[in-house]
């Protein structure tokens, strides 16, 4: 099992930045790949962002393209979200999750299979 703590969130003014951070812990060596999500209320959980946790290799939503970036540093065993020129619109809770099954879509929420608490970030107008 892994277990996955978020942190970074908070309250930014629109065209700030926020970098959050997910730190896995437990079976590691099982992870394929790191992805964000995020549900504001009312809506359903969608995706944001994900990293191969081996490969590198990067997804975005296309509403955060440019203005998002994933990365990990493997050495401290943490992955981020650094988040710039935020909008009220991604005003969410945002989500870590760790995916272990390869062939499956990485954009799908449903195929992560470990979570983290979530994270509050508010963008005010």
């Known amino acids: 099992q892994v277990q996955l703590v978020e942190s970074g969130g908070g309250l930014e003014q629109t065209g700030g930045s926020l970098r959050l951070s997910c730190a896995p812990s437990?079976?590691?060596?099982?992870?394929?790949?790191i992805g964000w999500f995020r549900q504001a209320p009312g809506k359903e959980r969608e995706f944001v962002s994900a990293?191969?946790?081996?490969?590198?290799?990067?997804y975005y939503a296309g509403s955060v393209k440019g203005r998002f970036t994933i990365s990990r540093d493997n050495a401290v065993n943490t992955g981020y979200l650094q988040m710039n020129s935020l909008k009220p619109e991604d005003t969410a809770v945002y989500y870590c999750?760790?995916?272990?099954?390869?062939?499956?879509?990485?954009?799908?929420?449903?195929?992560?299979?470990?979570w983290g608490q979530g994270t509050q970030v508010t963008v005010s107008s």
């Open positions: 990293i191969g946790w081996n490969s590198g290799t990067t």
């Open positions: 999750a760790a995916r272990f099954r390869r062939g499956t879509v990485v954009e799908s929420w449903y195929n992560y299979d470990s």
């Open positions: 437990g079976r590691t060596a099982s992870t394929i790949t």
